[in-house]
């Protein structure tokens, strides 16, 4: 297995295909710990994680708290609306007083683009990006990946359509350079004004290939893996579509619309799931949709993310 060396997690862009592997190699030897009585073992006992998210979170708050816990780290969760920021302390002064704290890893998720990449050039902790923005989401990414590989055994070759509002979607950034990378075909849609002009051309390397289809039914049409975002409305300054009713019927995954995909296809989703919206309910519960599978793996890929960046900082040093 490649040794894993670097101080942070900022990102799927600048990780190379044997690091990807490393960590998704890692997660599978962590995943049994989650099916044990005891969900508990010691390799990080001594070393402390601090969740910082200036943005709502379920599954990648709780998912890293529990990675931290099942490893024996010490985990503590700040929110932006509980902390100083709200008095006016900047960003900066938060991180070094986190940091004269001692953790070892911060993870953090910002709305502004580059945040988790300012911090780590500051502090000496290792730094997690939990999504920043519209830019990068790296360890959803990697449990979609370890999900389809987990399902599909594979990911090299598989055709995958990612739909829905591609421009808000740090989620859609992290996935197409990460599969891409270890060569899937992907295949983007969505509303015009939610897909980014020249978007095909944010693939450096790899593989795969990434295409920007007109319709919907183009990117659904035989894929193995068809990946539903929901819109961030959060990101919006501006109406991109008439109304959620017909963002409903031109570009939800319907039931009708995933026969289109190949028998075997697997739905995904990284939550939270607007039922109704991108994907209908019959959809959301169908068989062959993994979306809980993908939260369940977040554990292990997590596990596995604070272990390699800890391992990097040197496991035994106090
Ligand atoms: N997928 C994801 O990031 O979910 P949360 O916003 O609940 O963390």
Redesign the pocket.
């Known amino acids: 297995m490649t040794k894993f060396t670097r101080k942070d997690l900022l990102g799927i862009r600048e990780l190379s295909v044997e690091e990807i592997n490393t960590i998704l190699d890692t997660a599978h030897s962590f995943k049994e710990v989650s099916a044990r009585s005891i969900k508990k073992v010691p390799t990080l006992r001594g070393k402390t994680v601090i969740n910082f998210f200036f943005e709502?979170?379920?599954?990648?708050?709780t998912s890293f708290e529990i990675a931290g816990k099942r490893l024996s780290a010490d985990t503590i969760n700040i929110s932006a609306s509980t902390s100083s920021v709200t008095k006016g302390e900047t960003l900066i002064d938060t991180a070094r007083n986190l940091e004269a704290m001692a953790p070892d890893v911060i993870v953090i998720r910002h709305s502004s683009p580059g945040v988790p990449h300012q911090l780590a050039r500051l502090i000496d902790s290792s730094v997690v990006n939990a999504?920043d923005g519209a830019h990068e989401?790296p360890s959803?990414a990697l449990l979609d990946a370890y999900t389809i590989r987990e399902r599909k055994g594979r990911i090299a070759g598989l055709q995958i359509a990612i739909i829905g509002d591609i421009t808000h979607s740090r989620v859609a950034r992290s996935n197409v350079h990460l599969l891409t990378k270890l060569g899937a075909h992907v295949r983007v849609a969505g509303p015009r004004t939610l897909l980014p002009p020249r978007f095909a051309e944010i693939v450096e390397d790899g593989e795969g290939s990434l295409t920007v289809c007109a319709k919907v039914e183009d990117a659904i049409l035989d894929a193995d893996v068809v990946m539903m975002l929901r819109i961030q409305h959060e990101r919006m300054s501006a109406a991109y579509f008439p109304s959620l009713k017909e963002y409903s019927i031109r570009y939800g995954l319907t039931l009708e619309r995933f026969a289109l995909a190949s028998q075997e296809a697997i739905v995904m989703h990284?939550?939270?799931v607007n039922r109704g919206v991108e994907i209908s309910s019959d959809v959301v519960d169908n068989a062959r949709s993994l979306i809980l599978d993908q939260v369940t793996n977040g554990v292990a890929v997590r596990m596995a993310i604070l272990f390699l960046l800890m391992q990097s900082r040197g496991l035994g040093e106090g």
Request: glycine share 16%; charged share 15%.
């Open positions: 709502a979170s379920t599954r990648t708050r999504g989401h959803q990284p939550g939270p």
